[in-house]
């Protein structure tokens, strides 16, 4: 078997899964080829950029040793048979390895999976939705061979992550361009980033002792806040009732800062928000100017909007990134306004344009609650666009309560990308 990765994958796109695959998807075999290599080369070169960051790092490697991971999927390419290549296929699919490549493409292109297979399409000449499940047939593959890596090298995450880096170079090479801009920081440092180290035993959050310079301020600064409200009870009476809940609220985010870190003390997996780029200018067809993250979701629908080569569909989705709720509430916070209206000035630009307005939430509390709220956000958001100015009949909403994550539920970080409000073109 060869020793590189991506020569160990792509040896695999002949006999019957380059030929099924355009099959399935009415492409030409040498543009489905093409498409594979670029898709492989696009999840690994994802892995690549998270070797520094050993919380996402411990994320992989356990999607890597999950036991719904099919080792056997790639010992011979006749193996694949073309059921279970389509069924891989489709994002998330019905197969437990197919919902891990789900969530693996998540965890990699911090939720801009459509922009990933964008890259791959303008890599391949593939149509769009062709690359889109190329995108979601390479992820299982890859965990599986990696898997099988795994196993085989008896590795730990230290040498699994230092297999990763010592073919960084090949990887990115055949990587489409403009991938690596969903990657984030892509490391340039030698295999030996990482260290062999025992394995530490995990202890439960109750029990975790917590250090004493982590918490030194925590104290004092309960203190120093209780203080403040005796103050402000003696010396301004009258105003009690309306500071006690400002002060209340301030106490429980330092309780929770305390809580967060106790949880950092036992091992929590730090994680970030999606990187949306510099702010740049983007000019609509009716002279609006705005001033946009070069990849937040105003740029990205205008952008899908002008491409002709990209026709709607029900499963291209953009996430807001900057709406904000109140806590448990459809209630839109005033930061959200500048977002809005920045959707609101795109939809009067390109005034054959529908769109549908989505809803979710995590999967924690009650699911029927949880459908409720979701429902009335994406209510609420519909309606803010309506007082903006954009026509009711063009636009429409739904909530899907904790329908189609996109991200592990079992984790905070995964379950705040879960809560979300998305928007989908439904007419150009």
């Known amino acids: 078997m060869p020793s590189s990765l991506l020569e160990s994958l792509t040896s695999l796109a002949t006999q019957q899964l380059v030929p099924a695959a355009a099959a399935r998807l009415g492409e030409s075999e040498q543009a489905v080829s093409r498409g594979l290599t670029a898709s492989f080369a696009s999840v690994l070169g994802g892995l690549v950029s998270r070797v520094g960051e050993p919380g996402s790092m411990r994320k992989v490697f356990d999607l890597v040793g999950s036991p719904n991971n099919d080792t056997r999927l790639l010992e011979s390419p006749g193996g694949l048979k073309a059921d279970t290549i389509s069924g891989l296929m489709e994002a998330g699919g019905t197969s437990a390895i197919g919902q891990l490549g789900s969530r693996l493409t998540t965890l990699l292109f911090n939720g801009q999976t459509a922009d990933a297979a964008e890259a791959v399409s303008r890599h391949s000449g593939l149509r769009f939705e062709s690359a889109a499940k190329l995108l979601s047939l390479a992820a299982p593959l890859v965990l599986s061979m990696l898997g099988k890596r795994v196993r085989d090298g008896k590795m730990d995450l230290a040498g699994f992550a230092n297999l990763l ?218 309606q803010a666009l309506v007082d903006q100015g954009i026509s009711g009949s063009r636009l429409q909403s739904e909530g899907y309560g904790e329908r189609h994550p996109v991200a592990d539920n079992l984790t905070e970080e995964g379950r705040a990308q879960n809560r979300r409000i998305a928007l989908r073109v439904t007419k150009k």
């Not at 009258?238 to 809580?259: F, I, Q």
């Not at 920045?342 to 939430?361: E, M, Q």
Request: charged letters at 25%.
């Open 165 to 382: 880096v010592s073919q960084k170079d090949d990887i990115l090479r055949a990587a489409p361009a403009g991938i690596t801009s969903l990657f984030g920081r892509v490391p340039t440092t030698e295999p030996r980033t990482y260290e062999s180290r025992p394995e530490v035993r995990r202890v439960p959050v109750e029990a975790a002792p917590v250090r004493e310079s982590r918490m030194r301020w925590v104290l004092p600064a309960l203190g120093a806040l209780a203080a403040l409200f005796v103050v402000w009870s003696a010396t301004r009476r009258p105003a009690v009732d309306r500071t006690a809940a400002r002060v209340d609220t301030a106490v429980s985010r330092v309780t929770e800062a305390a809580g967060d870190i106790a949880r950092s003390a036992s091992g929590a997996v730090t994680g970030a928000a999606a990187n949306l780029g510099n702010f740049v200018k983007r000019n609509l067809p009716n002279g609006v100017e705005l001033n946009v993250p070069e990849r937040g979701i105003e740029s990205r629908l205008v952008t899908f909007i002008e491409d002709r080569n990209r026709p709607v569909s029900d499963t291209v989705w953009f996430n807001f990134d900057r709406l904000l709720f109140a806590t448990n509430s459809a209630t839109l916070e005033p930061q959200s306004q500048e977002q809005l209206k920045n959707i609101a000035a795109i939809l009067k630009a390109y005034p054959n344009v529908n769109v549908k307005v989505g809803g979710y939430t995590d999967n924690t509390g009650d699911p029927a609650a949880n459908q409720t709220l979701s429902q009335h956000r994406a209510d609420n958001v519909r």
